[in-house]
């Protein structure tokens, strides 16, 4: 006999159909995780809105008359100039520390509580004081693999970067008045997205199941959660692509229409605030929708390796 979350497994369709109604129950049940993922994803979002440096690189990149590749070019340049100043290193190494102990206890005291009920409805099990029982219980824990993942996320971001560098280079060439270099130019960048593509799928999977697996077998968590991705890594990417996809689409949506919302003169502020609560909303749902997905595989993976 086929059981109901089998026949649900059978198509990735129905896969994501589950696990956004599995999300709506448990917001239904556990209202406090959609206040708290609002809360995170409001303060990332006013951070966002007051961050100069796209703006900054645009109105540049206009300025003089440039494509995608120069800003992006451009971007990198200043960044390593200014990276690689003795002057400056010593002082952006002290406070980017700083910053990744601050942002990593911030994060476990709403990680270590809330992904505590979210793995406790998930797997069916019931506690009275699930969100204080998981502070209690993995706040120091959730500490570390937060700050262990910021600063491995950063290092992997930089080398990515510099990975694009050849890409960007021979593409901006092609796009500036070399016509011969477009068999290369194409060739280079479908390598180079191909490498940044599966870097990025490899690091975010066997890190994001490091989470799940901290609540489900804390003193094997990183083994277990690894062991569980190796496992099942294509399936895994599969999912991981589709959210990849919506993000992307909505992303530039919400970015065109906060360009076109600019232009108007009267009611710019009111289109904007709208469009802020609307992107604001999205974020804070769909990644709330990943987590469940993220903890919803691990545990039937690992279920499924241990039956």
Request: hydrophobic fraction near 55%; charge should be positive; glycine fraction near 6%.
């Amino acid at each position: 006999m086929v059981s109901s979350d089998e026949l649900i497994d059978r198509g990735k369709k129905g896969i994501f159909v589950n696990i956004i109604i599995k999300t709506l129950k448990i917001i239904r049940k556990r209202p406090t995780l959609i206040l708290l993922w609002g809360a995170i994803f409001l303060v990332t979002g006013l951070i966002n809105q007051m961050n100069p440096i796209f703006s900054l690189v645009f109105h540049f990149d206009i300025s003089r008359q440039g494509n995608v590749f120069n800003t992006l070019l451009t971007t990198l340049r200043l960044a390593m100039e200014f990276l690689s100043d003795t002057g400056y290193m010593s002082l952006v190494i002290l406070v980017f520390t700083g910053l990744l102990i601050v942002v990593s206890l911030l994060l476990a005291l709403v990680f270590s509580g809330g992904f505590n009920v979210m793995n406790l409805e998930i797997t069916g099990r019931r506690s009275s004081g699930g969100f204080r029982e998981g502070v209690r219980k993995y706040f120091l824990k959730y500490s570390v693999v937060n700050f262990t993942v910021l600063l491995l996320g950063t290092v992997f971001v930089l080398f990515m970067a510099i990975v694009t560098i050849p890409a960007l280079v021979i593409s901006s060439s092609w796009v500036n008045g070399k016509p011969e270099l477009m068999t290369t130019a194409l060739f280079v960048d479908f390598i180079t997205l191909l490498t940044v593509f599966f870097g990025f799928m490899f690091f975010r999977t066997f890190l994001l199941f490091w989470y799940p697996a901290l609540v489900n077998v804390p003193e094997r968590a990183f083994t277990i959660g690894k062991r569980v991705a190796d496992s099942n890594f294509w399936p895994i990417v599969a999912g991981f692509a589709l959210f990849d996809i919506v993000f992307i689409v909505f992303e530039f949506a919400f970015s065109v229409f906060s360009f076109m919302a600019a232009s108007y003169e009267s009611p710019a502020i009111i289109l904007s605030v709208v469009i802020f609560i609307l992107r604001w909303a999205f974020e804070t749902l769909f990644f709330l929708v990943f987590g469940v997905f993220v903890f919803d595989r691990f545990i039937r993976y690992y279920r499924k390796a241990e039956a």
